[in-house]
Every structure is written in C-alpha cells, then in structure tokens.
C-alpha cells in the first residue's frame, strides 16, 4: 500500500493566520482526501482532491476557507485560512489507489492548535 | 446517505478480557468495510477490512464478520492487551461516487493490567 508524508506533524498557530499542510505520497494515486479530526471526534471529510480538477467539498466546507491543490498524482496541500481556536483539530490526508479492495492509506496527521 | 453507528465508549477491560465493539451501517449498494485503529498520538491504521457479505477480516487477534443481514460489522478479540489501548473507528465506502470513507464516532478502549 502507499506510504504517505504529512507535514508538519503538529504547529501552534496565531488566529488570523494561515497554515498549509502538505502530504507526498510514493506513488501515484487518483483521489486523495482532506479529513479534519476535532478533539475526541471523529473524522469528517473535508474535500476530495483529484488531479487536474477542482476539489470537492463537502457540506459545511468551504474552498476560501480550505483551499486544496493538488498538482500531480503524488502531492497535495491543504490550507487552513485565517484560522480561529475552532479550527483547532488534527488533519489527515488519505488516498486509495484505485482500486476498491485495497483500501486507504493514512498520513499521521496535523495536530493544530490555535491560540 | 451513508452512515456508521458505533457502540460509545469508553471502554474499559482488564488484560485478557473479551473485546465486542458493535458497529452497524446503513449504505447504498455493497460496501466495504473498515475498521480502523488510532493508538495514542498517532495517526489512522488499517485494522482489517471486508469487502463483500460473509467475508471475515482478521488482524493481530480482532476479527470482524461483514453480516448483510443485519448490517453489522462488530470487532471481537478473544483476549485484550494492555498495548490495544487505543480508540477504535468502523467506517464504510461505498462505492458510488467519490469513494470516500464514512466513518462512526469511534470507541475509546482502555484495557487495564
């Protein structure tokens, strides 16, 4: 299965400001997806990122709040703006190879807190 | 839509206990399902999956049996450990669309020597 890196791994961040999260994965990957974990929940899923095209967003997400890029089959990157102590959670990049069966593979997760 | 209901923790057991955590879903079509593990500070790993009726996932002693019947898919482990203190999450795709995941509210386990 495919391997993923997600940086950073946490960051503590002033209201108002922006921060990017980036995964790369090892190997090329139609869908990627964007999930925001909040303390003691579970996940939801942000926005689905294909190559190419424009993400999709799920309800109660929006792209000026969560724009995504995503410019090849390897890489992609979630920025959370002009963030408030309520954006304060852990975020996950997924992706899943294509093929039904084989599942999804995880990053570690962003841990953000802001203050 | 889809959706995962999962029993709610916390849930607390000694060492060599049974483990049930009951999770059952309502999805369009076929599914597959996960069950997914998240140890203390870290991130999703896959536990085991099932990706059509009467299939069994295993992994590291957990079992989970997809019933169509019943839509359920509860994890089993005949005897816990200290180190499967984690939180546990059942989720589902469906297949149609965007294949995302749904997943349930997840349960907290905390197995005490």
């Known amino acids: 299965s495919a391997v993923i890196s997600q940086k950073p791994s946490r960051d503590i961040c002033q209201r108002g400001t922006s921060l990017t999260i980036q995964c790369q994965v090892d190997?090329?990957?139609?869908?990627m997806f964007w999930y925001r974990q909040q303390p003691g929940q579970s996940l939801t899923l942000i926005a689905t990122a294909n190559q190419g095209s424009e993400a999709t967003y799920e309800s109660g997400f929006v792209i000026d709040k969560f724009p995504i890029s995503r410019p090849n089959l390897t890489f992609s990157t979630l920025t959370v703006s002009n963030m408030s102590p309520e954006d304060s959670s852990i975020y996950l990049c997924?992706?899943?190879?294509?093929?039904?069966?084989?599942?999804?593979?995880f990053g570690s997760g962003t841990r953000l807190t802001v203050v | 839509g889809d959706s995962v209901t999962q029993m709610e923790g916390p849930v607390t057991l000694s060492e060599e206990a049974f483990l049930t955590i009951n999770c059952t879903y309502t999805?369009?079509?076929?599914?597959?399902l996960f069950w997914y593990v998240q140890y203390p500070g870290e991130g999703l790993q896959l536990l085991l999956k099932?990706?059509?009726?009467?299939d069994k996932g295993s992994n590291k002693g957990f079992e989970a049996t997809y019933r169509k019947e019943t839509t359920s898919f509860h994890l089993e482990k005949g005897s816990v450990q200290v180190s499967d203190s984690a939180v546990y999450f059942c989720?589902?795709?469906?297949?149609?669309?965007?294949?995302?995941?749904?997943f349930g509210k997840g349960t907290k386990l905390s197995v005490i020597p």
């Open positions: 190997s090329q990957v139609t869908m």
């Open positions: 999805a369009t079509g076929y599914p597959s």
């Open positions: 989720a589902l795709s469906s297949g149609a669309g965007s294949y995302q995941l749904t």
């Open positions: 997924s992706v899943r190879s294509g093929e039904r069966i084989s599942g999804y593979t």
């Open positions: 099932a990706t059509k009726a009467d």
